[in-house]
């Protein structure tokens, strides 16, 4: 009878798919890093004005070393004043957008979980909405789509605890439901905002995008975006108790309402802070943890950290793409769902099994 | 007493599912809660595990009052096998039993190796140390549970609490698991089991509490209390109660079959 389960696996390798082709999780993360300084590299030499390797690596060094300028003030001006923050700022959304996914996925136990199933992505909508009717400056634009985007989660928290039974789904559907109340207000300004060039603002910037970025906005969401992250990739280990479920997670010793309820704070910030600068960019924090959890599995203390940096890579590429494909600039969100969308079929196509 | 429960009542809404429950578990002892289903067997443990709060009546764990324990205090006290688990995502078997560990460490820390060392341990000590690497969800069901109990051991708790931990197992697994929980007892571990299937509480248990619409009907060791008489009230249905082995085994077989 013993030998029913001390039996040794068969070694056809078929019962250990799972695992099978698994990279090792500190060889995956370490590429994943190359990888992303590959591609911020890539991202300065790429735009519409040239800047050669050369001059790039010179003007990059000169802040370190006494370089002498070999360079046109023209490309310092480029690389320092545009491509800089735009690079901060495109790997900063990517990471931001994938770790609150990932998280996401975790604390609701839901693979189908994206940053905005609380309905963030939908505040920030309406409050960017609000602000551009109103007039006012990229800043401010910037600056009320951040807060309105906190408050709405704050409100769909508020009203989820009035769903009776099971706590998880009680908050997937308030988020349902907000995002669908605030998708409505951001139609109504649409409708009673002037159409010249007041819709067209509205409608440019929900669609996501980039371009234009300043100094200003990195500095305004870099401090939000930090302060999420990094709770974010300590609780990494409680996130994994948090898949099995609250009963069990809780018999294990961890709280699981407390450590959601934390991560739901951290992971929130993060898009609050991603989607007030970039506007609707869809499909990033959904797919990317998929394609992470292929790579390192789902255990999140090698999963978050792959995340965030597959979020900052699978960002810059994409936004590589929006600026120097065509003469005018692609939105960023456009590109995201339609790579997104055929990326997320071939996920779930695969032969190994992703959830 | 490592586990004692005194006039426990719960009641969700206004439908009481626990009325009195009064009982006691050693260490040393495996017993079994015996019952049909929803007899609030469920909620008794629930209550137990700290899992439902806003019972009446007090439950003692290692001396302790429950409505003390913080959570953490509560998961080095009692560790809880369920019946199955699913986690969502992929994880291997180490990691599920790593999972046991978290109790002993901080919020925002990760296991650390000793950790690591206390969840193969505990995997060689179930006999299950093959599986280390395997993915959770692709074992056997048996295998699970397995698992599920060394995760239980790295929680190195004194108290474990098994929920029908052979409901969807084949007989062979069913013997390994249950055995295994035995084995556990006679270290000196405090097992508790529900379950529905009163041969296995009879041949696997030291005491059996049988539950009946919340109440209980009666406790003691299983040789002075699963006879035909307890069998119908329980179950509601005519049983032959038959001792083989010189009463090391006893069977149940439906009236209809028999008589």
């Known amino acids: 009878m013993q030998e029913r389960i001390t039996r040794p696996p068969a070694k056809t390798g078929k019962l250990r798919t799972g695992e099978k082709g698994r990279v090792p999780g500190g060889v995956a993360i370490a590429a994943l890093a190359v990888l992303l300084l590959a591609v911020i590299i890539a ?57 609150a996914g990932g998280a996401y996925q975790g604390v609701f136990q839901n693979p189908m979980a994206s940053p905005d199933i609380l309905g963030a992505s939908a505040g920030a909508g309406f409050g960017a909405a609000l602000a551009l009717y109103a007039g006012l400056p990229s800043l401010a634009v910037t600056f009320s ?41 951001t139609s109504f300004i649409k409708l009673v905002a002037d159409p010249t060039n007041k819709l067209p603002a509205i409608t440019y910037w929900l669609m996501g995008s980039l371009a234009g970025t300043t100094s ?13 992250l990094v709770p974010l990739l ?9 898949t099995m479920g609250d009963d069990e997670a809780r018999a294990i010793g961890v709280d699981a309402n407390r450590v959601r309820l ?45 995340t965030m940096l597959g979020g900052g890579i699978f960002m810059l590429i994409v936004d590589n793409i929006s600026r120097n494909l065509l003469a005018s600039e692609i939105p960023i969100g456009i590109l995201t769902a339609f790579v997104g969308a055929p990326l997320f079929l071939w996920l779930i196509s695969g032969r190994r099994e992703v959830y | 007493m490592s586990v004692e429960v005194k006039n426990l009542s719960f009641a969700y809404g206004g439908h009481a599912v626990l009325r009195d429950v009064s009982f006691t578990a050693d260490s040393g002892a495996f017993l079994s809660i015996l019952g049909p289903n929803g007899v609030g067997k469920s909620t008794l443990f629930r209550c137990v595990l700290g899992l439902l709060r806003g019972y009446t009546g007090r439950i003692v764990i290692m001396g302790r009052d429950a409505e003390t324990l913080s959570i953490r205090e509560m998961a080095r ?30 919020a925002f820390s990760s296991p650390r ?6 969840a193969e341990q505990a995997l060689e000590k179930i006999g299950v140390a093959h599986l ?77 509490l049988a539950l009946k619409d919340g109440r209980v009907l009666c406790q003691g060791p299983p040789k002075d209390i699963l006879d035909e008489k307890l069998m119908r009230e329980l179950y509601g249905v005519d049983v032959a109660v038959s001792s083989l082995f010189g009463d090391k085994v006893r069977v149940c077989t439906p009236g209809v079959i028999v008589r």
């Open chain 2, 113 to 118: 190796a000793e950790d690591v060392a206390r």
């Open chain 2, 77 to 106: 006290l009692v560790a809880y096998i369920p019946q199955h688990s699913s986690p969502a995502f992929n994880y291997s078997v180490l990691d599920i039993v790593l999972m046991g560990t978290t109790a002993g460490l901080s």
């Open chain 1, 145 to 185: 789509a951040f807060t309105m985007s906190l408050l709405t989660v704050a409100l769909m928290f508020r009203v989820s605890k009035r769903a009776k039974g099971d706590r998880v789904l009680g908050l997937v559907l308030s988020g349902i439901m907000i995002s669908s109340l605030f998708q409505a207000g």
């Open chain 1, 234 to 242: 300590l609780l990494r280990w409680r996130l994994n108790v948090l």
């Open chain 2, 132 to 208: 280390r690497d395997r993915c959770f969800h692709r074992i056997s069901g048996g295998e699970r549970q397995l698992t599920l109990i060394a995760r239980a051991l790295a929680q190195q708790a004194p108290v474990l609490m098994l929920d029908e931990p052979t409901a969807n197992l084949d007989f062979g697994n069913q013997v390994l698991v249950l055995a295994q929980a035995r084995a556990l007892a006679r270290e000196g571990y405090t097992v508790i089991q529900t379950t529905h299937n009163p041969e296995q509480a009879f041949m696997f248990s030291d005491r059996v």
């Open chain 1, 43 to 99: 991202s300065f030499l790429l735009g519409r004005y040239p800047v050669p390797p050369k001059e790039l690596f010179g003007i990059l060094l000169s802040k370190i070393f006494p370089i002498t300028q070999f360079w046109t003030d023209n490309m310092e001006a480029a690389v320092w004043n545009i491509r800089l923050p735009r690079i901060i700022l495109a790997g900063l959304v990517g990471i931001c957008l994938c770790a």
């Open chain 1, 262 to 306: 934390a991560v739901i704070i951290c992971a929130t910030l993060v898009t609050a802070a991603a989607v007030s600068v970039s506007g609707m960019i869809q499909w990033v924090g959904l797919i990317v943890p998929h394609m992470m959890r292929r790579i390192v599995g789902s255990d999140y203390r090698r999963l978050m950290p792959a």
């Open chain 1, 216 to 228: 200003a906005e990195v500095r305004f969401v870099i401090w939000p975006m930090l302060l999420g």
